[in-house]
């Protein structure tokens, strides 16, 4: 059985390998535009062809390993559900540059000591100028306790806290899948005390906006 420790550094390796491949295709554009979804002409999409489904595969397990999102993956495929079977093929992407969110959906982040205006867009993959925009901030200046709308493409699930795997990244287990999302440098301890607690985990490109 592998450690937390393991589990994260395969986690990290998949997601560099992914990245690492590259192979353009405006398929993939047109299949989300066609499914109703909004998508820029700046961005640049790639596809692998196709990738079997295997026993323990969910829709979640699988968008994260190609880079993309649970409605990402289900709008290529035409998928009207979550359920996917052992055996199936699905599209997948291995790579997606974007210079817009994907969707516009919003959540609430609570900033915490440490963090900075600079350090949070960075964070969840935003321009500052947008952040200020979206929260009417005049300032560079930010507070503890402040209340943050973050824009983009949300994504919710429920899972357990099974603890801190270094200084910015805490681990959650959905299932029989874990995932890793990245907090603010300094405050993963926290959530180690809340380990093995059952929270909606609310959070955007690989880092954690809010736990319910």
């Not at 993956?73 to 359920?83: E, G, P, Q």
């Not at 052992?86 to 963090?115: C, I, K, M, W």
């Not at 919710?156 to 874990?178: H, L, P, Q, R, S």
């Amino acid at each position: 059985m592998q450690t937390r420790k393991e589990r994260i550094l395969n986690d990290k390796r998949k997601k560099i390998k992914a990245r690492g491949m590259a192979a353009a295709s405006t398929v993939f554009a047109a299949v989300i535009a066609s499914a109703g979804f909004s998508v820029s002409s700046k961005e640049a999409q790639a596809l692998t062809g196709t990738y079997k489904v295997k026993h323990g595969d969910t829709l979640y397990k699988i968008s994260r390993e190609h880079d993309m999102t649970v409605k990402e993956l289900k709008a290529v495929n035409h998928l009207k559900s979550d359920t996917i079977h052992p055996g199936q093929s699905l599209e997948v992407r291995t790579e997606r540059h974007t210079e817009e969110p994907f969707n516009n959906e919003t959540a609430v982040y609570t900033v915490v000591p440490g963090d900075t205006l600079w350090g949070i867009a960075k964070r969840f993959r935003m321009n500052v100028n947008e952040l200020k925009r979206l929260n009417k901030l005049k300032s560079d200046m930010v507070l503890i306790n402040q209340k943050l709308t973050i824009k983009g493409d949300i994504s919710k699930i429920k899972a357990v806290i099974t603890g801190a795997a270094d200084n910015f990244t805490v681990e959650f287990k959905n299932g029989d899948d874990y995932f890793t999302l990245k907090v603010p440098y300094g405050t993963a301890q926290t959530y180690q005390k809340m380990s093995g607690k059952e929270v909606l985990v609310v959070y955007k490109d690989g880092s954690l906006i809010d736990i319910q």
